[in-house]
């Protein structure tokens, strides 16, 4: 898939000329082109002579606040919109009027992308010490290298690394947010400040994705009460994570990074991912790799001879405990 510039062909017969029937326009409607507008043109723009309903401080914003938009018309199942991408394919050629300055058209090109990779679940303890954050960003170094999406919580700790690591590499990436948009729902324990710059690039991120809270300003916990939902909020969080990397096809897996053998909400998304049939790797900050706690039936084993592998340990099940979903190496 790429973005180009009508300005470089000039005309439809022009980009038929050089793409055949692949070439599709996103933009706003085009009477000297007689360009109809298209369901996926951005509606928001910081050129003042654009007929959009809001206008922008920059063009950056304006591409923002599309790729925020575009999230809520797929999650909404817009009938025009989700007809349109439907139609797109590796070979499609978006045709806008911004190409090579950054366009609307990018935003839809990294969604495309984000629809075709296999995605692994990384997480980890939340006091994970800052020591260990050059560890998290070499295994997204790796798992970005071999095409494969991330899929991450919004804890402090290991998954704020995994998140800062991935929103550097500009990986492929889908957040699973405790609470909402508005800051609701979150707790000490949250990423806040992470997931603001997740928002700020215009990154997905699924909101309240353990579910809602009855609390009108729910703020986790306070003065020592917790909110009612909180736990059962985010085992469910982390339950929709893995069965999102679960759904994603071949090459999915699930990477911890425990801070002790018995941090509990790793431990047990690990045993999930086993159960859901996903590759399972984890690392051992600060401990022996022997003191990793069993996930069933089968055996840790080193999970590669060389580079960032080999500090970790893969759990091979016994035959029936969940089947081999494919090989990180
Ligand atoms: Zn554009
Ligand atoms: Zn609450």
């Known amino acids: 898939m790429q973005v180009v510039n009508f300005h470089h062909y000039g005309s439809t017969e022009a980009l038929t000329a050089a793409f055949g ?15 109809p507008a298209s369901p996926l043109a951005n509606r928001y723009s910081h ?7 809001e206008g922008c401080a920059s063009r950056e914003e304006a591409i923002t606040r599309y790729a925020r938009w575009l999230q809520e018309q797929v999650l909404a199942g817009e009938t025009a919109v ?59 170094s790796a798992v970005h290298a071999q095409g494969r999406g991330i899929t991450v919580g919004c804890a402090r700790g290991a998954d704020a690394f995994a998140l800062e690591a991935a929103l550097e590499r500009a990986a492929c990436l889908r ?15 949250s990423a806040v400040d ?3 710059q997740a928002e700020a690039a215009g990154r997905w ?27 059962q909020r985010l085992s469910a969080r982390s339950q929709l994570c893995l069965q999102f990397a679960a759904g994603s096809g071949g090459g999915a897996g699930f990477i911890g990074f425990l801070a002790r053998p018995d941090s509990p909400g790793t431990v047990a998304c690990a045993r999930l991912a086993v159960h859901l049939g996903l590759p399972v790797i984890l ?10 706690p069993t996930l069933g039936n089968g055996r840790w084993t080193v999970a590669g001879r060389e580079g960032v592998w080999a500090a970790g340990y893969r759990w091979t099940p016994t035959a029936g405990e969940g089947s081999e979903r494919g090989n990180y190496l």
Not at 23 to 35: D, H, M, S, T
Not at 47 to 53: F, G, I, K
Not at 175 to 189: E, M, N, P
């Open 194 to 196: 992470t997931i603001g």
């Open 21 to 35: 029937e692949r070439w599709r326009y996103i933009g706003r409607p085009n009477k000297r082109f007689a360009l």
């Open 175 to 189: 957040i699973f947010a405790i609470g909402g948009r508005d800051g609701r729902g979150f707790w000490r324990q």
């Open 283 to 292: 690392f051992p900050c600060g401990f022996n790799g022997q003191a990793l």
């Open 82 to 140: 989700c007809d349109e991408l439907s139609r797109l394919s590796d070979q499609s050629v978006l045709v806008c009027w911004c190409a090579p300055q950054a366009c609307h058209g990018h935003i839809i090109q990294r969604w495309y992308q984000e629809q075709q990779v296999a995605y692994v679940n990384l997480g980890g303890s939340r006091d994970l010490s800052r020591r260990w954050q050059s560890l998290v960003q070499r295994v997204v």
């Open 205 to 231: 991120i699924h909101w309240w994705a353990g579910g809602p809270c009855p609390c009108p300003s729910c703020q986790g916990e306070a003065n020592g009460s917790r909110c009612p939902t909180l736990i």
């Open 47 to 53: 050129n003042p002579l654009a007929h959009v309903q």
